[in-house]
C-alpha cells in the first residue's frame, strides 16, 4: 500500500460499491482511479462500462459536460456534414483529405473516436488543451459542427500500425509501479476502447512522441484524473520511444 494516504483508501473502497449514477460526485470517481492506481493496478478500469456508453462522471465541467444533450449531439454526428465542413474550414490542409496527415506533427484523425475528437476540439476552444495552432480553427465551432466533423474523420479508414511486437507495457499491467498497461485502456492493439480512450495505432510517430512528452511536463493537461500525465512521468524515455514506435503508423516506404 505505499505512497497511498489512508484517506484515499477508504473513500475509494465505497467507491466500488457504488453502480453508474449520474449524481456520482467527480470527487469520488478521482477517488477511485487514484485507488486502482495505488492499489490495485490490476483491475481493468470501467470493466462494468459497455463499449460506447459513458459513465456520466467521466468529463468534468471544465470540459465538455457529459450530459444527456451532448451525448445526443456527439451520437448524431453527420459524416456527410462534417467533409463539407472540414475542407471548407481548410482541416485537411494539415490532417490530410481523409485524416492522414503528410507531416509528422499534425496528428491522424482517420478512426479515430468520435467522442475523443469532439472532447479534444471542446478542450482547444475552452484552452484546456493548450495549442497555437487548434485554438484559432476551434474558435467557430459548436458542439454539432464538433460532432459531424468527429463523424466524418471517425469513418475514415485508419493507417496501418507499424509494431508487431509489443513492448511489454503495451499488454502487461507492472504492478509494481501501478502501471496499467496501454491496451487495457487504449483498446487490443491500441484500437481505441471505450468512451474516451483514444485510437493510438496508425498514429503519427513524431505526433506520438511529442504529445507523451508535453503529458510528461504538464504541458499537455487536458487528461482527466491525470492518468496519462500520471503514466507518461513514471515509465522511462526509453519505454516512451519504444511504444511511440509500436502503436505509430507504418512508414510508407517500408515494404
Ligand atoms: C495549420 C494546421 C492545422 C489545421 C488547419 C488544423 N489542425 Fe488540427 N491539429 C494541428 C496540430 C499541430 C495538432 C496537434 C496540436 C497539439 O499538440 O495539441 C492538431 C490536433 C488536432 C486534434 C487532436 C488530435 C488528437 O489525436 O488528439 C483534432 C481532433 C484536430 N486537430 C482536428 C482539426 C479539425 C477538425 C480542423 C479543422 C476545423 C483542424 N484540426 C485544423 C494542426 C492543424
Ligand atoms: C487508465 C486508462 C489509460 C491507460 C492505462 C493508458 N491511457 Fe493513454 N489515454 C487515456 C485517455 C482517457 C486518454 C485521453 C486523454 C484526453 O482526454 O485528452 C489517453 C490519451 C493518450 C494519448 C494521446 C493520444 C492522442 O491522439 O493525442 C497517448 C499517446 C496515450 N494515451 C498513450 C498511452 C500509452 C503509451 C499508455 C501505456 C503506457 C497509455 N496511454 C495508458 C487513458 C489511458
Wanted: glycine fraction near 6%; include cysteine; charge should be negative.
Amino acid at each position: 500500500m505505499t505512497g497511498c494516504p489512508a484517506s484515499r483508501l477508504s473513500k475509494a473502497s465505497q467507491v466500488f460499491r457504488i453502480k453508474q449514477d449520474p449524481s456520482i460526485q467527480i470527487e469520488t470517481a478521482y477517488e477511485k482511479i487514484s485507488y486502482i492506481q495505488c492499489h490495485r493496478s490490476d483491475i481493468q478500469p470501467y470493466r462494468h462500462q459497455p463499449a460506447d456508453i459513458p459513465f456520466l462522471f467521466r468529463w468534468q465541467k471544465r470540459t465538455v459536460q457529459v450530459d444527456q444533450n451532448n451525448l445526443a449531439i456527439i451520437a448524431s454526428g453527420n459524416a456527410e456534414l462534417g467533409k463539407e465542413l472540414a475542407e471548407e474550414m481548410e482541416c485537411s490542409g494539415c490532417h490530410g483529405d481523409t485524416g492522414i496527415s503528410e507531416d509528422g506533427e499534425f496528428p491522424n484523425l482517420a478512426g479515430q473516436r468520435p467522442a475523443y475528437i469532439v472532447k479534444q476540439l471542446h478542450d482547444y476552444k475552452s484552452g484546456a488543451r493548450a495549442t497555437d495552432t487548434m485554438q484559432d480553427f476551434t474558435e467557430e465551432l459548436d458542439m454539432k459542427k464538433m460532432a459531424d466533423l468527429a463523424a466524418f474523420y471517425a469513418a475514415q479508414k485508419p493507417a496501418e500500425m507499424a509494431g508487431d511486437i509489443a513492448p511489454k507495457l503495451a499488454v502487461e499491467t507492472d504492478k509494481a509501479r501501478f502501471m496499467i498497461a496501454c491496451d487495457k485502456c487504449h483498446g487490443i492493439k491500441g484500437i481505441g476502447r471505450g468512451f474516451d480512450a483514444p485510437r493510438l495505432a496508425g498514429q503519427q510517430l513524431d505526433y506520438l512522441q511529442s504529445t507523451m512528452e508535453a503529458f510528461r511536463d504538464g504541458e499537455r493537461a487536458n487528461d482527466h484524473y491525470e492518468r496519462m500525465r500520471f503514466i507518461a512521468k513514471t515509465i522511462t524515455k526509453d519505454e516512451i520511444k519504444a511504444l511511440v514506435k509500436y502503436y505509430a503508423m507504418k512508414p510508407e516506404d517500408d515494404d
